[in-house]
C-alpha cells in the first residue's frame, strides 16, 4: 500500500511539473505570438502591458482582425472605383472612336469623291479627334494633380481683370444660348489674389462654361468677387436647371454628370468639376456648391489674398 502511494505521489508530482511546463511553454508561446503581431501592426496606438497573456493576445488578435477588416473594406473600394473609372474612360473615348470610324468607313465607300459631304465629314472627324485629345489631357492634368507634379507657379494678379478678360472671351457662346454674363463685386476697383493665373482662369472658364451648358435661355450667369479679411471668394452663380439634392455630393467626381445623355449630346469631357477641385486643393483652398433644383447652382471658392 505505502509503495502503491508513494507511486500516485511520483505520479501526480510528475503530472504536476508537466503541467507547469506546458503551461509555462503555452504562455511562452503566446507571448511570441503577441509580439509577432505587434510587429506587425504599423499605426496602432501604444497599450499598456498586461499580466495576463491570454488577455493580451486576445486583444491583440482582436485589434489585427478589425485592421485587416478596414484593409479588405478599402482595397474593395479601391478596386470598385477602378472598374468605375476603367468603366467610364472607356465609355467617354468609345463615342469619339466609333463617330471617327463611322465618318472614315463612309468616305472610303466613295463619299471622299462626293464634294458635298467629304470635306464635311472631314471637319466632324476631326472634332472626334479633338475631344479624344481633351480627355486625355484632362486626364493627365489630374493626375499630375493627385501626384503633386504639376507646379503651381503662384504670383499677384488682379482678379477683377482675370475675370473681365474671361467673360469677353465667353460672351460669345452665352449669347447663343441667349444667356448674359455679369460681374458684380465690393466697390473695389482691384482685387488681388496670390495663386497661379493660368489655373485660376481654368477654374473659372470651366465653372463659366458649365453655368453657360446647363442654363436656360434667357437666363443669367452672375460672377461675385468679395473680399473676405485674408482670402478672397468667388462666386459663380446661374439661374439653370439645377442640381438634384442626392447629386451634389459627387459632382466633382470624374466623369460624373447629372443628366449623362444631355451632357454628353452638348460635348465636354466630364471632368471640368473635378480638375477645379484639384487645382484648388493643390493651392490649398476649397470649393462648395449650392444649387436648386430648376432654379439654378452657386459654386464658391476661396483664394489666398494678395
Not at 61 to 74: A, K, L
Not at 245 to 251: A, D, F, G, I, T
Not at 277 to 303: C, D, N, P, R
Request: neutral net charge.
Amino acid at each position: 500500500m505505502n509503495t502503491f502511494y508513494i507511486i500516485a505521489i511520483i505520479l501526480l508530482s510528475i503530472a504536476i511539473i508537466l503541467w507547469c511546463l506546458a503551461q509555462y511553454f503555452i504562455l511562452k508561446r503566446i507571448k511570441k505570438i503577441s509580439e509577432h503581431i505587434k510587429s506587425q501592426r504599423t499605426s496602432r496606438s501604444k497599450q499598456k502591458e498586461s499580466n495576463n497573456p491570454l488577455k493580451e493576445l486576445e486583444h491583440q488578435v482582436n485589434e489585427w482582425t478589425e485592421e485587416r477588416e478596414v484593409e479588405i473594406e478599402q482595397l474593395e473600394k479601391l478596386e470598385n472605383y477602378r472598374k468605375e473609372f476603367l468603366g467610364n474612360v472607356s465609355h467617354e473615348l468609345k463615342t469619339p472612336i466609333f463617330n471617327i470610324q463611322g465618318y472614315i468607313s463612309t468616305l472610303l465607300d466613295g463619299g471622299l469623291e462626293d464634294k458635298t459631304i467629304n470635306r464635311d465629314y472631314l471637319m466632324r472627324g476631326m472634332k472626334s479627334v479633338d475631344r479624344m485629345i481633351a480627355i486625355v489631357e484632362d486626364l493627365q492634368t489630374i493626375t499630375q494633380l493627385e501626384k503633386g507634379e504639376l507646379e503651381i507657379e503662384e504670383e499677384k494678379f488682379d482678379v477683377i481683370a482675370l475675370t473681365k478678360d474671361i467673360i469677353d472671351a465667353q460672351e460669345l457662346k452665352a449669347r447663343e444660348r441667349k444667356i448674359s454674363l455679369e460681374l458684380t463685386n465690393d466697390s473695389a476697383q482691384q482685387v488681388f489674389a496670390f495663386a497661379d493665373r493660368f489655373r485660376i482662369r481654368q477654374v473659372i472658364v470651366n465653372l463659366i462654361v458649365n453655368s453657360v451648358k446647363y442654363g436656360k435661355e434667357n437666363g443669367k450667369t452672375t460672377l461675385k468677387i468679395s473680399d473676405a479679411g485674408e482670402k478672397i471668394i468667388v462666386e459663380v452663380a446661374d439661374s439653370g436647371i439645377g442640381i438634384p439634392k442626392e447629386h451634389l455630393p459627387r459632382v466633382f467626381e470624374r466623369f460624373y454628370r447629372v443628366d449623362k445623355s444631355r451632357s454628353r449630346e452638348q460635348g465636354g469631357t466630364g471632368l471640368g468639376l473635378s480638375i477645379v477641385k484639384h487645382i484648388l486643393e493643390a493651392h490649398g483652398q476649397t470649393i462648395s456648391v449650392m444649387s436648386t433644383e430648376g432654379a439654378g447652382s452657386v459654386f464658391s471658392f476661396t483664394l489666398k489674398k494678395g
